[in-house]
């Protein structure tokens, strides 16, 4: 039986750190590779991971849950859709703010989930739900002054960065204090630090996708473990979850080529960016209901799974 391991939880989901540090390396020390690394991650990681809401959303147990209600799971996602493309052809510049900040606050929304899952002392995961959303906030922030209103700029952000890790640091040692040490506080350091690229990086991309791809990873890890132990529930154990990888490698080559049409000089070929743009968006609303765990219908079809 193929599915994810406790070893493989830890490196793929409580603290999968290499591959911002991967990502970083070739940014920095590989010349001539920034076109290739966006689309490659775009590739492998960011649409795939997008992509693997819709075949975790089309489950023969959810389909009497979403027949019922319509309004949640048929008429809201028709409206998300119409509302992107008003946004993206009417009022783009404050659409794309409104992307961002949504992107930021459902990958923290994930972030905490995920140390939710793991810590089990009800006032060290106080600790993690309130560090991740104070760093949550700071960081888009930061986003907005270093992109949007260029107040912090290259003449101070050696000095702001230093602040910014002297923060991290400080608050991480107090955890440890308080806490002890194990396993948590590298979940604890993932959901801080996701977003962290946006105080250095020159293009607002990076910022986005560098740390974020630690959220691909565990999304990725997780609804790949889900799905198959789903699967198993109606059939005899199997070696490899065949359908989901291929639903997710197809649409995330779609989606990946569709992204590239922003860079076109046609005005009809970049509009074709929108499409991906929704595909993200609808992925953002379906997960806000697909995890909700007060939810007893998720309980049972969803947390079950995970452990």
Not at 281 to 302: G, I, T
Request: net charge positive; proline share 3%; glycine share 4%.
């Amino acid at each position: 039986m193929y599915v994810i391991g406790k070893n493989s939880d830890f490196h793929l989901i409580k603290f999968p750190f290499l591959f911002p540090l991967f990502y970083c390396f070739i940014l920095y020390f590989v010349e001539g590779s920034e076109a290739y690394l966006v689309f490659f991650t775009l590739l492998l990681l960011a649409e795939p991971h997008f992509g693997a809401t819709f075949p975790f959303l089309i489950y023969k147990n959810n389909f009497t849950k979403i027949l019922n209600n319509k309004i949640y799971y048929l008429y809201f996602p028709i409206f998300i859709v119409v509302f992107c493309v008003l946004g993206f052809f009417q009022f783009n510049y404050l659409f794309l703010l409104i992307f961002f900040g949504v992107n930021l606050f459902h990958v923290t929304r994930q972030s905490v989930g995920i140390s939710k899952l793991y810590v089990k002392n009800k006032n060290e995961i106080n600790y993690h739900v309130n560090l991740i959303y104070f760093y949550g906030i700071l960081f888009f922030l930061i986003g907005i002054f270093r992109f949007y209103i260029p107040i912090i700029n290259s003449d101070n952000i050696i000095l702001f960065n230093l602040i910014i890790i002297s923060a991290l640091i400080l608050c991480f040692m107090f955890y440890i204090y308080k806490f002890g040490f194990s396993s948590n506080i590298q979940t604890l350091i993932t959901g801080c630090l996701i977003f962290y690229p946006i105080c250095f990086v020159s293009n607002p991309i990076h910022g986005i996708i560098m740390g974020v791809t630690m959220h691909y990873t565990q999304y990725l890890a997780l609804t790949y473990k889900i799905t198959t132990k789903r699967l198993e529930d109606f059939t005899k154990k199997i070696f490899m979850n065949y359908k989901f990888i291929s639903t997710i490698i197809l649409y995330g080559a779609v989606m990946s080529i569709l992204s590239l049409s922003g860079k076109n000089q046609y005005d009809a070929v970049k509009a074709l960016i929108v499409i991906p743009i929704i595909g993200q968006m609808l992925h953002f609303y379906f997960d806000s209901l697909l995890w909700k765990f007060s939810d007893p219908h998720n309980r049972e079809n969803v947390l079950k799974h995970i452990f």
